[in-house]
């Protein structure tokens, strides 16, 4: 799994370069979570903050529902913020900041609500950031996130580890990663003694797009191969093994294709608390 130095380095950068297509692939599930974030913003809400912004589409999004609200997201890659900033230009009421969240919120105070698109399951401590930025809070403050359901929940994950001939990971404890908060149990647990009341999480169902246009199995094999738990797998197989295991995760990609588009089901939970 990433850490925060690769996040700052080649992972952020890679990330920064394919912006596009990952928004794509979270587009179907964006739809939901922005709906949830303006459905529980604080009427007296002056600013929010984006937890692991990214190249900003969930704080681009909500700074132009809401003109009046200040919206700053935070991020430790400075490449993703790069591509934020330059998206964002035109929004008086945005703004970035490159650097950890716990650290970079504190500036920030009161904050009314706090949002994230899958940015929240990379702390080294979850306990410790989510009392950082609850100790950041307004009064009647909310926290909105997503986060992916277990790795058996996407096949868009399990088929294509399965395809180049490994098997997920199964860890003992935290570590953090794309499925650290998949059990919700957990999850309310850290909530809970980080100081936030009120813990709601919502199934949720989506369409992860890999790839779309005249040859969209070409465009989703080009994004694995950059992006997502088969990027690595593939970079550190050998050389004499990788052109099957591309083979055989082109079949995957061709079995999932519709018309001009390579869609995978996915699930994600959407989380809600407050700070009471």
């Known amino acids: 799994m990433a850490a925060a130095m690769d996040w700052t380095g080649p992972v952020g950068s ?3 370069q394919e912006w596009a297509r990952t928004d794509r692939s979270f587009a179907d ?4 979570l922005d709906a949830a974030v303006l459905d529980q913003l604080p009427d007296h809400a002056r600013r929010a903050v ?8 969930t704080s681009i999004a909500l700074a132009k529902a809401r003109p009046d609200l200040q919206v ?9 913020l790069a591509i934020a900033r330059a998206r964002g230009a035109r929004l008086a009421n945005l703004s970035f900041i490159t650097g950890a969240a716990e650290q970079s919120a504190a500036q920030l105070a009161p904050i009314d609500l706090f949002v994230s698109r899958h940015g929240v ?7 410790a950031a989510f009392s950082a930025l609850r100790a950041t809070a307004a009064p009647g ?3 909105v996130f997503s986060c992916f359901r277990t790795m058996n929940d996407n096949p868009w994950a399990t088929a294509l580890i399965a395809a ?6 199964s860890p003992s404890g935290y570590v953090p990663g794309p499925f650290a908060f998949a059990e919700t149990a957990f999850v309310a647990d850290i909530l809970t003694q980080a100081g936030w009341t009120s813990m709601l999480p919502t199934a949720v169902d989506y369409r992860y797009r890999a790839g779309e246009g005249d040859d969209p199995v070409a ?3 080009s994004f694995f191969k950059r992006i997502g738990p088969t990027s690595r797998l593939l970079f550190e197989a050998d050389d004499a093994a990788r052109p099957a295991m591309l083979e055989r995760l082109r079949a995957i990609l061709t079995a999932q294709r519709v018309g001009n588009a390579v869609d995978f089901p996915a699930a994600a939970w959407l989380w809600s608390a407050h700070a009471d």
């Open 72 to 80: 700053t997201g935070l991020d430790i890659s400075p490449d993703l």
């Open 29 to 32: 599930l964006s739809r939901y």
């Open 141 to 143: 403050a909310r926290l």
């Open 219 to 221: 465009d989703a094999l």
């Open 121 to 127: 399951m990379f702390f080294a401590d979850p306990v």
């Open 50 to 57: 984006d937890i692991g912004a990214g190249a900003g589409a």
């Open 164 to 169: 180049i001939g490994d098997s997920p990971p």
């Open 14 to 16: 890679i990330w920064a």
